[in-house]
């Protein structure tokens, strides 16, 4: 069986082996969003002609599936597949999908930097004991992911820890976060004491970060992607 190498990309350069796998693979399977960061990598114009773009997680691994089967009924043995994943595939990202659709022995996880890695150390805060949730269900309304924590579970959390990283999306969104943490039962804090630190496009020439309280965060608006680190 083919090897799938699911690459994470967003914060650093490829190194050597990345570099060869990206170089050698048959197909780069990308979304749209990942597509225009890869495009911003040197390799990028070499391999561009076997870059799909599929912004479906499911249409994802059926192609995949479907690559593998082909190339077993010619009797051929197929080349690689390389999976861009958003910073580290193992964190809240395609890396665990992968692993159980294809086994641990045909997968191999590459990670860059995690975006919650990187806006820890944009506001320079440690993120030792920290929570760390996603409240990304995807970008389909109608197959939106399971997740273990929603917004009415926000006041809760944070009277439990003294600090929160959450990866947002359009529905979860910062101002809808900083709405849940201005409710009456947001326990044993002064909220003018709860920061919030909105990091925007992380890794993208434009990143932002914009601290402020809940009553100030909730009126902004922000681009995507981001996410939040609440410090109580």
């Known amino acids: 069986m083919a090897k799938i190498f699911v690459i994470g990309i967003g914060y650093r350069p490829f190194d050597k082996r990345e570099k060869e796998i990206v170089l050698s693979a048959e197909w780069i399977l990308a979304s749209q969003r990942l597509l225009d960061i890869f495009q911003r990598y040197e390799e990028f114009q070499v391999v561009r002609d076997r870059v799909k773009v599929i912004n479906n997680v499911d249409e994802t ?40 659709e294809f086994g641990k022995e045909n997968v191999e996880i590459l990670p860059d930097l995690s975006s919650i890695q990187v806006a820890f150390a944009r506001i320079k805060e440690s993120w ?82 914009t601290p402020g309280t809940p009553e100030e965060i909730i009126g902004m608006d922000f681009a995507d992607p981001n996410v939040v680190i609440i410090i109580a």
């Open 128 to 209: 030792d004991g920290a929570l760390l949730i996603s409240l990304h269900g995807g970008p389909d309304p109608e197959k939106r992911r399971k997740l273990e924590y929603g917004l009415s579970d926000i006041p809760s959390l944070v009277s439990r820890y003294a600090k929160l990283a959450i990866l947002t999306d359009r529905e979860n969104s910062p101002p809808r976060i900083a709405g849940e943490l201005l409710h009456p039962w947001v326990a044993g804090h002064d909220k003018s004491a709860i920061t919030m630190y909105v990091c925007e496009k992380l890794g993208y020439p434009d990143e932002k970060i």
């Open 61 to 100: 691994i059926g192609f995949i599936r479907s690559h593998l089967f082909a190339a077993s009924l010619k009797g051929n043995t197929p080349r690689n597949i390389m999976l861009l994943a958003s910073g580290d595939p193992l964190f809240f990202g395609i890396g665990k999908r992968a692993i159980e």
